[in-house]
């Protein structure tokens, strides 16, 4: 088993900046296999950014040069720094842990960006 609790979450207004926070226990060894999706109102749940085999990232190409993913391995805890926030990025964002199926995923936080 393996349990995610994300945080950080929150309203800010436009061209701002928010870090959320995935803290991962249980059945886990490497945060490697951990990605940051969001999903808006009446939209489907999209890949936001992930790290790759070999220890790279991948992000969707709306969050390129904003977002940056990041994480502490001796911590279990995967990060995801927005900067550059845009109303478009308002969401719920899931943590996620892809080295099995189905995934595990934490709760979700709440970003909201005002205009």
């Known amino acids: 088993q393996v349990q995610l609790m994300e945080s950080g979450g929150g309203l800010v207004q436009a061209g701002g900046s928010l870090r959320l926070s995935c803290a991962a226990s249980g059945d886990i060894f490497s945060i490697n296999a951990m990605a940051w999706y969001r999903q808006a109102p009446g939209k489907q749940r999209e890949l936001v950014a992930a790290?790759?085999?070999?220890?790279?990232?991948n992000y969707a190409d709306s969050v390129k040069g904003r977002f940056t993913i990041s994480g502490d391995n001796a911590k279990k805890t995967v990060y995801l720094q927005m900067n550059s926030l845009k109303p478009e990025d308002t969401a719920v964002y899931y943590c996620a842990e892809k080295s099995r199926w189905p995934y595990y995923w934490g709760q979700g936080t709440q970003v909201t960006i005002s205009s």
């Open positions: 790290f790759t085999s070999g220890g790279s990232t």
